[in-house]
């Protein structure tokens, strides 16, 4: 299958170059612009894929409050602009989106059947961007994650979570977390191989895909300080004490059971995935 992957130098297209069997385009931000549907239609037509991967985003989550526009862009218009293409084409498209598509007033994990009600700008141009994925691009997979951390994320200019705690410990600083936000921390890796055993379902759709089991923030940065013996003095916050710009689901955990349905085994725990990314990052032994 000619697959062409967008955002192919970030966590998940890093991955995804690395994991999946095909005949692979991968796409920096440098060889396509998914804002400009004229950029869309030339790397369609010089790469003639059968299915495109869309993980491009724009996720400030703080900045976009202020400044909208680069978030709609990216992931609403972006979204559009690759699945007119894909309609156009006869193309497959798959489309990564994200748990902030929720409000997190659940206490046990959504469903792909849950209502959406995203809290903040970045999250709204995301769900924007799905939609138009449901609407405009006849065969379809939306996959919605959570927290990723992936090798690219260790690169110069690039970041995750687990790179930002890393980061905190080396230059010693006292290190607050939020305690009250709940997630499903996903390993890039883990990621890419399921999207790919999706893709050979042929069972297009919504879905939910992370590494199993739920911690929050505080637990994940305490996690990362085990598995590495890194002993930095680690409390929690509350959000509201934390004051991000833009506001988070407190809960927003997913429930994997439509991939499961789909014939897709579920990931492994959120915890075997962060030792594998440790020892990928040469700081675990494994
Ligand atoms: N990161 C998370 O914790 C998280 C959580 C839930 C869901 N997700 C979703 O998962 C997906 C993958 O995330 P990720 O962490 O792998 O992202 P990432 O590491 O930031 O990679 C995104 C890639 O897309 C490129 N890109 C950005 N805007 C573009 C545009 N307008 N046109 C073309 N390329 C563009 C970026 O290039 P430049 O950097 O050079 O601009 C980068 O290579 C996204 O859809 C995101 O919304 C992420």
């Not at 130098?9 to 549907?37: F, K, N």
Request: proline share 4%.
């Amino acid at each position: 299958m000619r697959i062409m992957i967008i955002g192919a130098d970030g966590q998940l297209g890093t991955d995804l170059v690395r994991t999946l069997d095909g005949e692979l385009s991968p796409l920096t931000h440098a060889d396509v612009e998914i804002s400009d549907r004229a950029s869309v239609d030339a790397a369609m037509l010089k790469h003639k894929p059968e299915l495109v991967i869309n993980t491009a985003a724009y996720h400030q989550v703080d900045l976009a409050e202020d400044n909208p526009a680069p978030a709609f862009a990216t992931n609403t218009m972006g979204a559009r602009n690759l699945a007119l293409a894909c309609a156009d084409h006869d193309v497959d498209l798959f489309h990564v989106s994200t748990d902030y598509v929720f409000g997190g007033d659940k206490r046990d994990p959504y469903e792909v059947t849950d209502l959406p009600g995203p809290l903040n700008v970045y999250g709204t141009s995301k769900l924007a961007g799905e939609n138009f994925v449901r609407a405009l691009a006849p065969r379809s997979y939306v996959a919605r994650t959570t927290g990723l951390f992936g090798i690219a994320g260790s690169r110069e200019g690039r970041s995750n979570f687990v790179e930002t705690m890393l980061r905190l410990a080396g230059q010693g600083r006292d290190i607050k977390v939020v305690a009250d936000q709940y997630v499903s921390p996903t390993y890039t890796r883990d990621l890419a191989v399921a999207m790919g055993q999706l893709i050979e379902t042929r069972k297009y759709g919504t879905y939910h895909i992370t590494n199993s089991t739920s911690c929050s923030w505080l637990e994940l940065a305490t996690a990362v300080f085990e598995i590495t013996k890194l002993t930095p003095n680690v409390s929690g916050t509350t959000s509201a004490e934390f004051g991000a710009k833009a506001k988070r689901p407190l809960y927003s955990v997913l429930e994997n059971g439509a991939l499961e349905r789909a014939g897709v085994p579920r990931l492994r725990t959120w915890r075997e995935g962060l030792e594998a990314y440790l020892t990928e990052r040469g700081l675990h032994a494994g």
